[in-house]
């Protein structure tokens, strides 16, 4: 299961995209499933930043804070 310390916005776009990808799913698709817009997805996986996406990663840097994302299919272990 692929895994990575998330320090930006960028790092976790690239794993929202591997998954996307290793799933097989357009993001045209992930997006209706979601019920977001396709450009929502579009922007989101560019890493186009955001103030809240800004900010959240500020906070969690000044408190020291590691996000770690890991992706698999866990829905197979169920």
Do not use: C, N, W
Not at 23 to 30: D, N, P, R, T, W
Not at 44 to 53: G, M
Not at 57 to 73: A, K, M, P, S
């Amino acid at each position: 299961m692929p895994e990575l310390t998330a320090r930006k916005l960028k790092d976790v776009a690239a794993v929202i995209k591997a998954a996307r990808e290793d799933a097989g799913i357009s993001q045209a698709e992930l997006a209706e499933r979601l019920v977001f817009p396709r450009d929502y997805m579009v922007d989101l996986e560019a890493a186009k930043p955001s103030v809240y996406t800004t900010r959240l990663f500020r906070v969690l840097h000044e408190l020291g804070i590691t996000l770690r994302l890991e992706y698999g299919d866990d829905r197979a272990e169920s």
